[in-house]
Nanobody, 120 residues
Framework: QVRVVESGGGLVQAGGSLRLSCAAS????????VGWYRQAPGNEREQVAT???????NYADSVKGRFTISRDNVKSTVYLQMNSLKPEDTAVYYC??????????????WGQGTQVTVSS
């Protein structure tokens, strides 16, 4: 079983910064890709940023130039640095980890989410 835990959310003023962390633990053989997603009230969950095992990144147009996704393979942690935050970035942010577990089976696991609130 793979457990995914997000942290680092909070309340920040517009223009401020936050860094989210996503830590995966459990029976993991390898991680292929990790993605950050967000869901605001009344909206569908949307992809924010992804990073592959070879550190190839992809961003939603709405966050390009403001958010940076990175990974620390030693710590099995992925970060989302969020700068120049806007009120429309307010949402619950979720981390999704995809890979192969210790039983050599593919897995995909979501974290419980962390709230980010940006005040104007």
């Amino acid at each position: 079983q793979v457990r995914v835990v997000e942290s680092g959310g909070g309340l920040v003023q517009a223009g401020g910064s936050l860094r989210l962390s996503c830590a995966a633990s459990g029976s993991i053989f390898t991680t292929h890709a990790v993605g950050w997603y967000r869901q605001a009230p009344g909206n569908e969950r949307e992809q924010v940023a992804t990073i592959t095992s070879s550190a190839i990144t992809n961003y939603a147009d709405s966050v390009k130039g403001r958010f940076t996704i990175s990974r620390d393979n030693v710590k099995s942690t992925v970060y989302l640095q969020m700068n120049s935050l806007k009120p429309e970035d307010t949402a619950v942010y979720y981390c999704y980890v995809a890979g192969v577990n210790g039983s050599n089976r593919p897995f995909g696991s979501w974290g419980q989410g962390t709230q980010v609130t940006v005040s104007s």
